[in-house]
């Protein structure tokens, strides 16, 4: 056998992790759930400890990776929360997640993602076919990654060293 005809299989191992496949876990909370999941995103520390202990650690996990904090992404991922993670980097203009949340049907976190992300459709799309917690939350979501935006162009708060 050549060079040429050897299996390609046989050359990615030991090279290649075994990919595992995470359920994707369902996203249903009952509005004061998401209302308090916003208000913890925009700083109040106490209703994500709330969130926390009574069984919502995803939603704090979301409120981190929103605030670019990597182990929360990571724990997203890992926990059955791609969507949810799509979502965020989609906000960031992270065009094959976008793509993703399309492709899969996510179309409340596609039309929040691009909202985020500038484009007054996605909260024309919110405000038509949503509830006025996820608009509420979207805002939340807009405001905070506009402040983050805001923080990493000021040169004011860049450090010097």
């Known amino acids: 056998m050549g060079l040429f005809n050897r299996n390609k299989k046989d050359d990615m191992k030991g090279t290649r992790q075994k990919a595992t496949k995470v359920e994707i876990k369902?996203?249903?909370y009952h509005p004061k759930i998401i209302?308090?999941?916003a208000k913890g995103i925009e700083g109040h520390s106490e209703l994500l400890n709330y969130l926390l202990e009574n069984g919502?650690?995803?939603l704090v996990m979301?409120?981190?990776a929103i605030r670019l904090k990597e182990k929360a992404r990571t724990w997203l991922?890992?926990?059955g929360y791609p969507h949810v993670m799509a979502m965020i980097n989609a906000a960031e203009g992270n065009q094959q997640a976008l793509r993703w949340l399309q492709v899969n049907n996510f179309t409340l976190f596609y039309n929040m993602a691009i909202a985020i992300d500038g484009d007054a459709e996605g909260f024309k799309w919110i405000n038509q076919n949503s509830t006025q917690e996820y608009f509420f939350l979207t805002r939340?979501?807009?405001?905070v990654k506009d402040e983050i935006e805001e923080g990493h162009n000021d040169v004011h708060k860049r450090s010097t060293e």
């Open 56 to 58: 919502y650690k995803e």
């Open 35 to 37: 209302l308090a999941w």
């Open 140 to 143: 939340i979501i807009t405001d």
């Open 26 to 28: 369902p996203f249903e």
């Open 62 to 64: 979301a409120a981190h």
């Open 77 to 79: 991922m890992k926990n």
